[in-house]
């Protein structure tokens, strides 16, 4: 398991995008109107919006209610 999300990570289709000061503050402006937002999940959240991200691909159904946050439910997906 552990190989494969590395595996993930590494592939062409992932961009990893390093936290910066911008990323923080939107992060705080979500938590600021999204209280149920946890911190970590802001950051992440913040760091695809402010990137133009065109997916965000998670199992959190609580994400959907971030707004601009283009969310795919893995589950949902695989699924299908």
């Not at 109107?33 to 159904?61: K, V, Y």
């Amino acid at each position: 398991m552990i190989d494969a999300y590395e595996r993930l990570l590494r592939s062409p289709q992932m961009q990893l995008i390093p936290i910066s000061q911008t990323v923080l503050q939107s992060a705080a402006r979500l938590r600021a109107i999204t209280p149920s937002l946890r911190t970590p999940d802001a950051i992440h959240a913040a760091t695809a919006i402010t990137s133009g991200s065109t997916q965000f691909l998670t199992n959190d159904q609580q994400l959907r209610i971030v707004t601009g946050l283009p969310v795919v439910i893995l589950d949902e997906v695989l699924a299908s």
